[in-house]
């Protein structure tokens, strides 16, 4: 999942730390299986501290979907800890598919609830 300018949002802090996101998902889909475990809880941890960030932001722009965007969030954040039990015990086969999902997942969160957020923000600083 390589970065695509198409990603990009015009909020320069969000358009950052996604392109993080991004290269640490792809260091995940080639990590060979003893880098795999510290690079996942590197990724889960970025991830906590994105979600902590957008969660700021959406309070301070007064986010209409605070509730839809932070739902998913934590069901995200849900998934890296359970994925991140079984790494942690050497399963890591799920969390490999886990993974390669994310791609996927990613493009349509930036669409919808990312996108929309953006817009958000960027309305908010022109008023």
Request: charged letters at 25%.
């Amino acid at each position: 999942m390589p970065w695509d300018e198409r990603y990009s949002l015009g909020v320069a802090d969000m358009d950052a730390t996604h392109r993080e996101f991004v290269a640490m998902a792809d260091a995940l889909l080639v990590a060979s299986d003893d880098e795999f475990p510290g690079l996942f809880a590197q990724l889960r941890e970025h991830t906590r501290l994105h979600f902590e960030h957008e969660g700021r932001l959406m309070k301070a722009c007064r986010f209409p979907a605070i509730g839809e965007h932070n739902s998913e969030h934590l069901r995200v954040l849900g998934e890296l800890a359970h994925f991140g039990r079984s790494v942690a015990a050497g399963r890591l086969t799920l969390a490999r598919d886990y993974v390669r999902a994310l791609p996927d997942w990613f493009a349509t969160h930036l669409a919808t609830m990312d996108a929309a957020l953006a817009a958000r923000l960027k309305g908010a600083q022109q008023a």
